[in-house]
């Protein structure tokens, strides 16, 4: 797609909302106001490859605005990665039946545990398809709302090859969920939300699928719906239009039926933190527990990422995989050590939790591999929730704009250095907009990466 100046410039101050061509109105329809008690209980779905972690500033949000944390719910897939052939199986790969399969048994235990009739499902990207399927194949009188953020509604491309994808316009599951003069279900309120043009999967040009200079078929408005409210939230990327304050504000809208009293994630006096660990096996990305983990968790200085006194947690995982929990303060800045077997050992630096999280999920780093040859130091700077867009972020690493983070369309949410060995035991500064984190280079001789990981 060729982006203008206009476009490309755009920061993140001025995100700004358009009606879509598809939709009835600029602004989300909104039912009149309830208490926060009356919101529908949320369950948050989340896209491909990822895991519920991602969602922990929006549950934030939530519970900031009242939102009881018992009444939301975000489910963690267990094979969160599409296969290349819907209709063939891969190992740790899941087809679309599967994931509308696994996201009915989380409504069923969300309803279970709330009493509720109906819940609201919001999605991201790939979380998007199983809530479409869900609600057309008979699951649409459990749900009063469905969000799709940033969801390929219409194919990431649409083409005669790669005809079995989950993610042709020309497939048979997307041409099943799209069939028809509206390509809603009634009965239940739809809202889409989608970028201004820097969706790197919602790009005219396939050189975002490995295809540069073929048409994709696909435009910046492929994620809107016939039926449903279509927003346009500005400059914000594929992963930004579930996980932005700005896709916060429309999300709560729509579902509460009033405007958030606060966008701003209100601070607890106690936090406790726990997750899962979860593992690669054949290097796939999967949800699946690992079992003989050890997390330790050490608060550290914010100037020098050194720690300050022994851990203050420490635990092993057993078969449920899951760690935890760390009491915290909620201005700490912490260094998780997550000791794997068969893995790199992985030193996460994080910022302050604000909030308690059992979502705080963790994965190992990846192997140290050829392209790490002769660095005596490597160090990550990782965004989960979104992507690095260069002009529009301030994105340094050791005080400089990573070379390895391409401008333009934002598509990169991890930027490497490799560091000599002279240098290892350093300090790192990551610098992400207002996110700060300051990591320590550990030796890559003893098979260990640092990772300093964004929460926004």
């Known amino acids: 797609m060729n982006m203008s100046r206009r476009t490309l410039l755009k920061g993140a101050s001025a995100l700004t909302l358009a009606a879509s061509t598809f939709g009835p109105s600029a602004f989300a329809q909104t039912a009149p106001a309830a208490p926060a008690a009356q919101v529908p209980p949320i369950l948050f779905v989340h896209g491909n490859g990822d895991h519920a972690g991602l969602w922990i500033t929006t549950l934030w949000r939530m519970e900031s605005n009242g939102v009881a944390r018992d009444r939301m719910l975000a489910i963690n897939f267990t094979d969160p990665l599409a296969r290349s052939d819907d209709a063939v199986a891969q190992p740790n790969r899941s087809s679309a039946e599967d994931q509308r399969r696994e996201l009915g048994e989380a409504i069923k235990e969300l309803k279970r545990r709330t009493g509720a009739a109906r819940v609201a499902l919001i999605g991201n990207s790939r979380g998007g398809n199983s809530i479409r399927s869900y609600i057309k194949n008979g699951g649409g009188a459990d749900v009063s709302h469905a969000v799709l953020c940033g969801v390929p509604n219409h194919g990431i491309f649409d083409w005669d090859d790669l005809p079995g994808s989950e993610f042709n316009g020309r497939g048979p599951f997307l041409r099943g969920l799209n069939e028809g003069d509206s390509e809603v279900t009634p009965g239940t309120a739809f809202l889409t939300l989608r970028s201004d043009g820097i969706d790197k999967y919602a790009q005219a040009d396939g050189r975002f699928v490995g295809k540069p200079g073929t048409p994709t078929g696909i435009t910046p408005d492929g994620p809107a719906l016939k039926g449903a409210t279509n927003l346009v939230l500005g400059t914000i990327d594929h992963r930004e239009t579930a996980f932005h304050p700005r896709a916060f504000r429309e999300i709560y809208k729509f579902i509460a039926g009033r405007e958030p009293a606060q966008i701003a ?30 997390v330790d968790v050490h608060r550290v200085s914010p100037d020098t990422g050194e720690r300050l006194g022994g851990p203050i947690h420490s635990s092993q995982t057993g078969a449920d995989g899951r760690w935890g929990p760390a009491s915290v303060d909620p201005t700490w800045y912490l260094e998780i050590v997550l000791t794997s077997p068969g893995s790199t050992t992985t030193h996460l630096y994080r910022s302050p939790f604000p909030r308690s999280s059992d979502i705080v999920h963790l994965r190992a780093a990846r192997p140290l591999g050829p392209a790490d040859a002769g660095a005596g130091a490597v160090v990550i700077l990782s965004r989960p929730c979104g992507y690095f867009g260069l002009p529009r972020d301030v994105v340094l690493l050791d005080g400089k704009e990573p070379a390895d983070v391409k401008a333009g369309v934002p598509t990169d949410s991890i930027t490497t250095l490799r560091l000599p060995a002279a240098e290892a035991g350093r300090a790192v500064v990551a610098q992400f907009n207002q996110e700060r984190i300051v990591a320590r280079a550990w030796p890559a001789s003893e098979n260990r990466i640092a990772i300093a990981e964004l929460t926004y």
């Open 265 to 294: 994630i209100a601070p607890e006096t106690e936090v406790k933190l726990s997750g899962l660990v979860t593992g690669t096996p054949g290097g796939v990305q999967t949800n699946r527990p690992v079992a003989g983990a050890s």
